[in-house]
């Protein structure tokens, strides 16, 4: 293993560390989504100027016709590492900023507060 990571790399681990914080009390819900990383948001999401950046979004799943049991494709929650990164001064920063973003998408999957789904959420989104 290499001692040496990039910064995507270890932007990948801060997303993979907070959905982890998250897993001790949603795992069976969290099992239901895919999380990813993407540079910057698409084209079509920053059609409004008037709108700040995202950061995040979430992309429902499909179900499966032939099965309804089973997702054809999981819901999946996409962070956008470059918008991240510019907002924060340092590496702390970015880490709670992360956490606090993937609190707020998954806590908009399944239709609750934030602070509900982590008591420690900060309110990274304000």
Not at 9 to 25: C, G, I, N, S, T
Not at 119 to 125: A, V
Request: aromatic share 8%; net charge negative.
């Amino acid at each position: 293993m290499p001692l040496y990571r990039t910064r995507s790399q270890q932007f990948d681990d801060l997303v993979l560390d907070a959905v982890a914080r998250l897993e001790p009390r949603w795992e069976a819900e969290l099992s239901g989504v895919e999380f990813a990383v993407q540079e910057v948001p698409e084209a079509d999401e920053l059609v409004d100027d008037s709108m700040p950046l995202p950061l995040a979004r979430t992309v429902p799943g499909r179900p499966n016709p032939d099965d309804p049991a089973q997702p054809a494709a999981p819901a999946r929650i996409v962070v956008y590492r470059r918008p991240l990164m510019a907002r924060t001064e340092n590496d702390g920063e970015l880490s709670d900023l992360v956490f606090d973003v993937v609190v707020e998408e998954f806590a908009d999957f399944l239709g609750l507060d934030p602070d509900t789904v982590d008591p420690n959420y900060r309110g990274g989104l304000d």
